[in-house]
């Protein structure tokens, strides 16, 4: 036994004023009384037994004595040598997952079975064990360090929630193994419903045991949902749904889509034993907004129902763009390819002259085949081939022959646009004298297509000659025009999937954010379907989506952004079959944690039980009340 | 403070004023005794006790119930007053207030009696007589009588009452009224020592002083009690439970005394310390006809 206070035998002292009042004590009170004769009648009725009253006083004292000995024994903190040596060190890995939302047949969900077993474990810790807890919900974190502090553990423990994440707990065992490096007698328990373990749990390690909670559960989900506009219609828009049936039996329902709180469609689906359905359905429209799919069941519509067991899964959600027509002016001489390329994509409202305008109306697009004016208009220019040096570049001759060297494969103006095969015997050399980003550049490293990012506007430059080449005939042509009215119209940004809860993206930051302000913003503001927010990190135009948590539709805009018109949706659903399927765990519990008692409780605590029931004792000793 | 005052004169002459209201018209002295004598106005009856003058038995009544009592007739005569002081040390608990109660009343009942022409006498004792004041005719006296009481100190071995009538009764004196003050805390009983006053046709009164205190105790825990009178000491541990039994040990003397005194038809007052002279001196004449109790 050692004492992890030792200074606190110094409180010994107070031994002797204890025994300098029990010395006082003894010498008893006199008391002058005119006779003696009725008290002698008192105790000749019950006299006290000689041989205790001799021994009270010195057990009394002894007792004190005893009382004080427990009281610094507890003071010093006494620790059993042994104790210490088999000291544990419990990483607690909580399966906060989508999955353990499902309820129990008794209504109970899984996540409160779970927090119940570890609240069992907590209560079993001895008073030298150690525990820490890891939630494994969209990311692996710690909830609660290492610390032996039962209600420290049982409040962050209360703190836990949920996530409509998938389970990382490859991540969380690795954390919690970090957590316990160093330590010979670390474990990890993982108390989950069995969904998604890596076969590492599955074989179960020597330093990890798993805890199961929950029980198999029948769960229809929607494990999939997307849209997007379509490539082909530019007022069409296809959507991506994906229903699965993880029971055995077959399940009857129907998929409510609606848009904009709008009741879109209703899918009757009918999903065998196990079954994923997936459907792709087209619809035309030009208005944009937030897309829904929820699975309902409809007893009147022969659905069934008691099937579900999982509700978080049955709703997702999408984003989908709206379309809007463009203004677009044509500046040039004659140019029947390009004229007929604007003319075919829908977006555009095509005006064709000769004239270029001194400056070009908020929302319209003008594009200037060759003859490009000085200084360059203000707005939204595109400019094929310039003639004349301007404001923002000069001219150096001509380029013969230029092969692509180098495409900005990320940037939404070239989407689906490869341009390697293109023949382009010429191109005019330009060199930029302002701000600019390349797009496609030459083996040369002369620009071919390039963007100059204006606060009036961005302007577009193609070098290209295309009378010359063969760039007009290829579909890349009417692409690459069509995704530079969409960058324009401010719509790419609007294209952006449904995310994964989970799920981290880096997308590129909506053009009209960059239009409006001199710099891009440096942060993003999040905020959750419940209203929490949280930033995301801007670096060179694109900014970082952290994994979400919580299925819905987040919002994002600018950080310190005053109005609402700069808000962008993000669309997040949960994270798919891993979370939605609740059949039987193909793991089973291991016991690889020592089970603990309630008994480990410091000695300490039982010195001070002791002392508590000797003050008892000697209360009973001073009053003398059993004597008589 | 001195124990008799200017205050305590004044009390003195309503007291005796009280007193010649109530024994209004007395022969001779204007006293009459209660004691069975060689008057001729029968008083009551009381019950036979053994050495009683079986002539004054009524055996009418003997022949008519089968019970022995005693005709009891007022006997008139020049009342020869004897006030058994009891000077002992316990006379001392409670910072002296029962001897100084117990001065305060011997001199009010003395006197009432001087100033009723009856002769007084006081004999301070504890073991025994220890000093006495002789017998006195006249108000003209109480002065000298106060200052003897005022000069008298407590001390002495325990009471002991058999052992004052002894010495008292050994001179032979006049039967008169015997009035005792003392707390009786006697080891060996009060009844002999009143039994030989009463044997002797002393008229006997008992006025039975004690301390609050010395009837309701507050110790607790450990103590050593120390007999005052005897000095010996007894180490105890007081508990509720012992003193609520000391507490009826008590009440029971104080039961005894007053039933003895009834049965053998002495005046019988019990009184605290907390009581003042007067209010018990008038408690005793307003039970003068029988045994009374102050405090």
Same mark, same amino acid.
């Given at each position: 036994m050692s004492l992890s206070n030792p200074s606190a035998l110094l409180w010994a002292l107070v031994a002797v004023p204890i025994v300098i009042f029990y010395l006082l004590k003894i010498r008893l009170r006199k008391v002058a009384v005119g006779t003696t004769m009725f008290w002698e009648h008192v105790f000749e009725e019950k006299p006290p037994r000689a041989i205790w009253r001799q021994l009270r006083y010195l057990s009394s004292l002894l007792v004190q004595l005893l009382l004080v000995a427990l009281l610094v024994f507890a003071l010093t903190d006494p620790v059993i040598n042994s104790t210490v040596r088999e000291q544990q060190r419990i990483v607690v890995v909580l399966d906060t997952s989508a999955s353990m939302q499902t309820t129990n047949s008794d209504g109970s969900t899984f996540l409160q079975q779970a927090r119940e077993r570890v609240e069992q474990s907590i209560a079993g810790l001895r008073n030298t064990d150690e525990m820490a807890v890891v939630v494994t919900g969209t990311q692996a974190q710690v909830a609660c360090g290492l610390t032996s502090h039962p209600r420290t553990l049982q409040s962050a423990l209360d703190r836990i929630k949920a996530t409509d994440g998938p389970n990382q707990m490859d991540d969380a065992i690795a954390l919690s193994r970090r957590l316990l490096a160093g330590h010979g007698r670390g474990q990890v328990m993982v108390v989950t419903d069995g969904n998604a373990l890596s076969a590492e749990l599955s074989g179960s390690a020597n330093d990890v045991s798993v805890l199961l909670v929950g029980e198999p559960r029948d769960n229809v989900a929607i494990t999939e949902f997307q849209v997007r506009r379509s490539l082909v219609d530019p007022v069409g828009y296809e959507i991506l749904l994906d229903v699965a049936n993880f029971r055995n039996q077959p399940a009857r329902l129907t998929v409510d889509l609606t848009l904009n709180e709008s009741l879109l469609d209703v899918l009757p689906v009918t999903l065998q034993g196990g079954e994923v359905r997936r459907e792709i359905l087209d619809y035309t429209g030009t208005a944009g907004g937030i897309l829904k799919a929820a699975i309902a069941f409809d007893e009147s519509a022969g659905a069934d129902t008691g099937v579900d067991a999982l509700t978080v899964d049955n709703d997702a959600v999408a984003v989908l763009p709206e379309r809007r027509t463009i203004p677009v002016t044509l500046v040039t001489d004659g140019n029947w390819f390009l004229q007929r390329a604007l003319e075919a994509c829908e977006l555009v409202d095509l005006t064709v002259t000769s004239e270029s305008p001194s400056a070009v109306a908020e929302g319209s697009v003008l594009v200037l085949d060759r003859h490009v004016p000085n200084p360059v208009p203000s707005g939204h220019v595109l400019v094929i081939q310039p003639d004349v040096a301007t404001d923002l570049w000069s001219l150096n001759g001509t380029l013969p022959q230029p092969l692509v060297g180098h495409q900005d494969e990320g940037s939404p103006l070239l989407q689906h646009v490869r341009l390697d095969n293109v023949l382009m015997p010429a191109a005019v050399r330009l060199l930029p004298v302002a701000n600019h980003n390349v797009l496609v550049a030459a083996v040369s490293e002369d620009p071919l297509y390039l963007r100059f990012a204006r606060p009036a506007g961005d302007v577009l430059v193609l070098t290209i000659d295309l009378s010359q080449g063969d760039l007009p005939l290829r579909t890349a042509f009417p692409i690459l025009l069509t995704n530079a009215m969409t960058w324009f119209s401010g /719509?790419? #940004?609007? #294209?952006?999937r449904a995310l994964r809860t989970g799920e981290s993206m880096t997308v590129p930051l909506p053009p009209e954010w960059q239009q409006n302000a001199p710099e891009a913003p440096a942060a993003c503001e999040l905020k959750s379907p419940s209203g929490e927010r949280q930033t995301c990190a801007v670096y060179e135009d694109r900014v970082t989506i952290p994994p979400?948590?919580?299925a819905g539709v987040w919002t994002l805009q600018p950080?310190? /952004?005053?109005?609402?018109?700069q808000i962008r949706h993000v669309a997040c659903n949960v994270s798919g079959i891993a979370e939605s399927d609740l059949r039987q765990p193909t793991t089973q519990s291991s016991s690889a944690i020592r089970p603990t008692t309630?008994?480990? $409780?410091?000695l300490w605590f039982y010195a001070v039980l002791c002392a508590g029931i000797l003050l008892i004792v000697e209360w009973f000793l001073f009053q003398r009340r059993w004597i008589n | 403070m001195p124990l008799f005052d200017n205050h305590f004169l004044t009390q003195l002459e309503y007291l005796s004023l009280v007193s010649r209201k109530v024994f209004q018209g007395q022969l001779m002295a204007q006293r009459r005794t209660t $004691?069975?004598?060689?008057?001729?106005e029968f008083s009551d009856h009381r019950q036979y006790t053994p050495g009683d003058d079986f002539r004054y038995l009524d055996w009418n009544l003997y022949a008519r119930h089968d019970e022995l009592l005693l005709k009891r007739f007022q006997e008139e005569e020049d009342l020869h007053v004897y006030l058994l002081l009891d000077c002992s040390r316990?006379?001392?608990?409670g910072r002296g207030a029962k001897f100084d109660l117990a001065r305060q009343v011997a001199a009010a009942l003395a006197y009432i009696a001087l100033s009723d022409l009856d002769q007084v006498a006081i004999y301070a004792f504890a073991d025994g007589i220890l000093h006495n004041f002789p017998l006195a005719r006249g108000k003209g006296r109480i002065l000298s009588l106060m200052e003897w009481l005022t000069e008298l100190q407590t001390g002495g071995q325990s009471t002991h009452l058999k052992a004052l009538t002894s010495q008292f009764l050994q001179p032979g004196p006049r039967p008169g009224l015997a009035l005792l003050l003392s707390d009786c805390f006697d080891s060996d009983g009060f009844e002999t020592g009143l039994d030989m006053l009463r044997h002797h046709r002393f008229e006997t009164s008992v006025i039975q002083l004690h301390d609050a205190e010395e009837a309701n105790p507050r110790l607790l825990g450990d103590v050593e009690l120390q007999d005052i009178e005897s000095g010996i000491s007894r180490r105890l541990t007081v508990t509720e439970a012992s003193l609520q039994r000391y507490r009826e040990s008590f009440a029971a003397f104080l039961k005894s005394l007053r039933n003895y005194c009834s049965s053998h038809g002495m005046d019988c007052t019990i009184s605290t310390t907390d009581v003042p002279f007067d209010q018990l001196v008038l408690a005793m004449m307003r039970a003068d006809s029988g045994p009374g109790v102050a405090g």
């Open positions: /719509a790419d #940004f609007a #294209f952006l979400l948590p919580t950080e310190g /952004a005053t109005t609402t018109d309630a008994s480990g $409780r410091p | $004691r069975t004598g060689s008057g001729i316990s006379m001392s608990v």
